[in-house]
């Protein structure tokens, strides 16, 4: 589906990423959880992939598409997402094989971000939130306790019951900045998510954190058939 729509509002969700609302003026737009949309602004030939950050029914609810956009020191995204509201985007898609399955077989379900990789997998995590379930769980990898996207929300579920959230940090945040895991994400981080080798679990971030991943959940009893992947940066 090719649209072109109108940016509706753009808030902070880093320092080094936005959230920004695509109004789809009342276009159903059907896609799957994790699926990514093509953004170029008009008259530029630079377009890039998107995740989606919204779950199918959030779309559909709310009538507007929720990508995190990540941007430079001055806060700019290029010339292919002009960060203003109001600018026209052309929209293409929704494409990627990197989905949430329609019926699964599992009842619970993980998902492991590195940066700007939570995209995909909130929208894995919140359509997962209606479908029958045990446990769900995220366990997320940032530089630094301020580049943590949609913290708040996560925290949020964590304290109502919904979600077993781990966080980490991978650079030292200093003194009295963060008190919680610093480091990569290692065996142990995993092993109270992952419960028996029947969780389901969803991996999105840098290279280096989705090659390695499925290694460590082997090691936990997952299979490589239960691991699925995918490189965003």
């Given at each position: 589906m090719q649209l072109t729509r109108p940016i509706l509002d753009i808030s902070v969700a880093t320092p080094r990423a936005r959230i920004v609302h695509l109004d789809l003026q009342?276009?159903?737009?059907?896609?799957?959880?994790g699926q990514a949309i093509w953004v170029?602004?008009?008259?530029?030939?630079?377009?890039?992939?998107?995740?989606?950050?919204?779950?199918?029914?959030?779309v559909q609810r709310d009538g507007r598409i929720e990508l995190l956009v990540g941007v430079d020191a001055s806060g700019e995204a290029g010339p292919h997402l002009p960060l203003e509201v109001g600018a026209l985007v052309h929209i293409d898609g929704p494409v990627g094989r990197f989905t949430f399955p329609d019926a699964?077989?599992?009842?619970?379900?993980?998902?492991?971000?590195?940066?700007?990789?939570?995209?995909?997998?909130?929208?894995?995590l919140r359509?997962?939130?209606?479908?029958?379930?045990?446990?769900?769980?995220l366990m997320y990898s940032a530089r630094l306790p301020e580049e943590f996207a949609y913290a708040e929300e996560f925290r949020a579920m964590a304290d109502a019951g919904t979600l077993e959230l781990r966080m980490t940090v991978t650079r030292d945040a200093g003194p009295g900045n963060w008190t919680g895991t610093r480091g990569r994400i290692a065996r142990a981080d995993l092993e109270p998510l992952v419960h028996d080798g029947r969780t389901l679990v969803f991996v999105c971030g840098p290279p280096?954190?989705?090659?390695e991943m499925p290694k460590l959940l082997q090691?936990?009893?997952v299979?490589?058939?239960?691991?699925?992947?995918?490189?965003?940066?």
């Amino acid at each position: 589906m090719q649209l072109t729509r109108p940016i509706l509002d753009i808030s902070v969700a880093t320092p080094r990423a936005r959230i920004v609302h695509l109004d789809l003026q009342g276009t159903p737009f059907p896609f799957v959880a994790g699926q990514a949309i093509w953004v170029g602004a008009p008259g530029q030939e630079q377009r890039r992939p998107y995740s989606i950050a919204s779950s199918p029914e959030d779309v559909q609810r709310d009538g507007r598409i929720e990508l995190l956009v990540g941007v430079d020191a001055s806060g700019e995204a290029g010339p292919h997402l002009p960060l203003e509201v109001g600018a026209l985007v052309h929209i293409d898609g929704p494409v990627g094989r990197f989905t949430f399955p329609d019926a699964p077989e599992d009842a619970r379900f993980l998902f492991i971000a590195g940066g700007t990789g939570i995209a995909p997998l909130r929208a894995m995590l919140r359509h997962s939130l209606g479908v029958p379930h045990e446990a769900i769980g995220l366990m997320y990898s940032a530089r630094l306790p301020e580049e943590f996207a949609y913290a708040e929300e996560f925290r949020a579920m964590a304290d109502a019951g919904t979600l077993e959230l781990r966080m980490t940090v991978t650079r030292d945040a200093g003194p009295g900045n963060w008190t919680g895991t610093r480091g990569r994400i290692a065996r142990a981080d995993l092993e109270p998510l992952v419960h028996d080798g029947r969780t389901l679990v969803f991996v999105c971030g840098p290279p280096a954190l989705v090659d390695e991943m499925p290694k460590l959940l082997q090691k936990l009893g997952v299979t490589r058939e239960r691991v699925r992947t995918e490189e965003w940066g």
